[in-house]
């Protein structure tokens, strides 16, 4: 069974700083690879995707992402957060399954100072 | 809004009784999934329907959760004889493709 894995859970910052979180996951095979994010009161929406071709994936918002095979992980980089990126950013991966059916991290919760 | 809208948005509800929540998808989406979200956790997948055939359960899916997608269209989750523990966030999701479009989900509270 595939899982995944964001280890901040709670991350403060001013603005203008740089921004990583973290995510691995666990699973031998292809995956397809998602951060989503939610707002306070909003749906999941979806920031950006990688399924194959260039590992640095580039989404909304001035949201990136890098897929590392070897390290089976997949952090998601904004250079500098603005206060309206204060949200909970989800990680998530599907196996390439015929339901293309979302395994979810547990959700890092970012604020940003103003 | 052409979104996927779920209906309530909260329900209270005794321990014991039965609720049903609906989900409408993007009409042009084919696979209808139902997802369920815990205080501090992320999203849990519980079922997936390709128009009306459920082709998929979770284990998370106990006899007492049946959910149906007649003609394809919109779905209903029912939870029979609630249960504390089924105190959550439920969301549904559609999708046409690989990427999944949600719901603002239906906050169940067991009291």
């Known amino acids: 069974a595939q899982s995944v894995s964001q280890h901040n859970h709670h991350v403060i910052l001013s603005e203008a700083a740089s921004l990583e979180l973290g995510c691995n996951y666990s699973?031998?095979?292809?995956?397809?690879l998602f951060w989503y994010v939610q707002y306070p009161g909003q749906h999941l929406q979806l920031l950006l995707k990688?399924?194959?071709?260039?590992?640095l994936v580039k989404g909304i918002k001035g949201f990136e992402a890098e897929f590392i095979k070897s390290k089976f992980s997949f952090n998601l980089r904004k250079p500098s957060v603005q206060w309206s990126d204060t949200a909970e950013y989800f990680c998530?991966?599907?196996?390439?399954?015929?339901?293309?059916?979302?395994?979810f991290g547990g959700g890092t919760r970012l604020m940003v100072k103003p | 809004d052409t979104g996927v809208s779920q209906d309530p948005r909260h329900k209270i509800t005794k321990r014991g009784q039965n609720v049903t929540f609906r989900c409408d998808p993007i009409?042009?989406?084919?696979?209808l999934y139902w997802y369920r979200q815990t205080l501090g956790q992320g999203p849990e997948f519980l079922t997936y329907?390709?128009?009306?055939?459920?082709?998929?359960k979770s284990r998370l899916l106990s006899d007492r959760f049946s959910a149906e997608r007649p003609k394809g269209s919109f779905s209903t989750l029912e939870i029979q004889r609630t249960e504390q523990g089924d105190s959550a966030m439920y969301l549904c999701?559609?999708?046409?493709?690989?990427?999944?479009?949600f719901g603002q989900g239906t906050r169940l509270t067991v009291v």
């Open positions: 999701a559609s999708s046409r493709d690989t990427e999944a479009f």
């Open positions: 990688y399924f194959s071709g260039d590992p």
């Open positions: 998530a991966v599907n196996s390439g399954n015929a339901g293309n059916m979302l395994t």
């Open positions: 329907f390709q128009n009306e055939a459920q082709l998929e």
């Open positions: 699973y031998g095979g292809t995956v397809n």
């Open positions: 009409s042009e989406h084919n696979r």
